[in-house]
């Protein structure tokens, strides 16, 4: 059997196309690997990856709220922008991993431009108390001032009970149901 120079050169072409569809597919399976494990940890591996959750009006400030994650944190928050636009963040929750648990937060606004900020966590029912305006926050990390990132260096631990401010049922409102599904 006497093969032509056609056949030869189609023959090499399928076997090429045969060697580009191998890789292909094994690029393919890595690539959908790397998009489940992303997704698994609420953003590409060991990438950033801010989560906005939505957004208040407190007085003059826009705050919106968000979960964070880094390499290897993962942080619930809110942020709002100084008079120079700057951002300003106030972490509330933080966790030494990227698996951030299912949360709904209900915030709540005063006549006097205040904000509670309350979460369906167990033993966690109030979150944070901001004044707008104001570049400090009561949190479970106690009353700290804004951070400059969204996840501080220490953005763990915190927790117990606190002397929050009273929340006056005949003076707020809830303006806002934020839900989070989680990320674990």
């Not at 050169?9 to 076997?15: A, E, N």
């Not at 393919?28 to 989560?51: C, F, H, T």
């Not at 003059?60 to 928050?77: E, I, R």
């Not at 942020?79 to 709540?108: E, N």
């Amino acid at each position: 059997m006497k093969l032509s120079k056609r056949n030869v050169i189609i023959g090499l072409l399928v076997l090429l196309g045969l060697a580009v569809l191998a890789l292909t597919a094994n690029f393919v399976v890595d690539l959908d690997r790397y998009i489940q494990a992303g997704a698994k940890s609420g953003g590409w591996p060991n990438e950033p990856l801010n989560v906005p959750l939505g957004s208040v009006q407190v007085g003059a400030d826009a705050v919106q709220f968000y979960v964070d994650f880094a390499s290897d944190t993962a942080v619930l928050g809110f942020s709002t922008k100084d008079q120079a636009g700057r951002p300003r963040y106030f972490p509330m929750r933080g966790l030494p991993s990227r698996d951030m648990p299912a949360v709904t937060l209900d915030v709540f606004l005063s006549d006097t431009n205040e904000m509670w900020v309350l979460s369906s966590w167990p033993g966690e029912k109030v979150l944070a108390y901001y004044q707008a305006g104001s570049d400090r926050c009561l949190t479970h990390f106690g009353d700290n001032a804004f951070v400059q990132t969204p996840t501080p260096e220490n953005s763990f631990g915190g927790g117990g009970e606190r002397d929050w401010p009273v929340m006056n049922p005949a003076r707020v409102k809830k303006v806002a149901t934020i839900v989070y599904p989680g990320s674990g």
